[in-house]
T-cell receptor, first 115, second 107 residues
Framework: EPEVTQTPSHQVTQMGQEVILRCVPI?????FYWYRQILGQKVEFLVS????????KSEIFDDQFSVERPDGSNFTLKIRSTKLEDSAMYFC?????????????FGSGTRLTVV | KQEVTQIPAALSVPEGENLVLNCSFT??????LQWFRQDPGKGLTSLLL?????REQTSGRLNASLDKSSGRSTLYIAASQPGDSATYLC??????FGAGTRLTVKP
């Protein structure tokens, strides 16, 4: 069964450093998403991406965040200057259509620890 | 703004019991609703997707219902097993997660 692949599975970074989280969505999916889950809290929407541009973003997705689809397969989330409160599990998801007539498929996540 | 609530927050049952997890949402103008399972420290596994025109979906021992007019969905798990222990998340599409129900099935 097709999968969404995220790398790395765990990343530790120092406060103030830039990190790039990588995702390979399912190949025929057109919509891509990033979510995060702070330990013990709800999964929160960050951003959705379609046709090489952001289609929607939450209030969490401020200027320190950016997303990119640098080639035909990868979808990345960049955090420019990490803060301690950015420590969370970051999930990538993809879907065939917007708002998912077929639902989301999620990756297994990247655990980001900012020290 | 859509709010999604899951009750109970935690549930512990003996093996073999049938159980119901509840999800409610405030705005009935939804596209679809999806139930996920999350194991500790792991990703999200899709269990069932109910499209807005449907009333229920079944997969094995799982049955999910959707009542848009009342803003409710339920996930029914039949004959629960210890391997069902996980957090179950309701997602109202687009993009709103409930906080989840943490289920423990005791052998």
């Amino acid at each position: 069964e097709p999968e969404v692949t995220q790398t790395p599975s765990h990343q530790v970074t120092q406060m103030g450093q830039e990190v790039i989280l990588r995702c390979v969505p399912i190949s025929n999916h057109l919509y891509f998403y990033w979510y995060r889950q702070i330990l013990g809290q709800k999964v929160e929407f960050l951003v959705s991406f379609y046709n090489n541009e952001i289609s929607e973003k939450s209030e969490i997705f401020d200027d320190q965040f950016s997303v990119e689809r640098p080639d035909g397969s990868n979808f990345t989330l960049k955090i420019r200057s990490t803060k301690l409160e950015d420590s969370a599990m970051y999930f990538c998801a993809s879907s065939t259509t917007g708002f998912s007539n077929y639902g989301y498929t999620f990756g297994s996540g990247t655990r980001l620890t900012v020290v | 703004k859509q709010e999604v609530t899951q009750i109970p927050a935690a549930l512990s049952v003996p093996e073999g019991e049938n159980l119901v997890l509840n999800c409610s949402f405030t705005d009935s103008a939804i596209y679809n609703l999806q139930w996920f399972r999350q194991d500790p420290g792991k990703g999200l596994t899709s269990l069932l997707l109910i499209q807005s025109s449907q009333r229920e979906q079944t997969s094995g021992r799982l049955n999910a219902s959707l009542d848009k007019s009342s803003g409710r969905s339920t996930l029914y798990i039949a004959a629960s097993q210890p391997g069902d222990s996980a957090t179950y998340l309701c997602v109202v599409l687009p993009m709103r997660f409930g906080a989840g129900t943490r289920l423990t099935v005791k052998p």
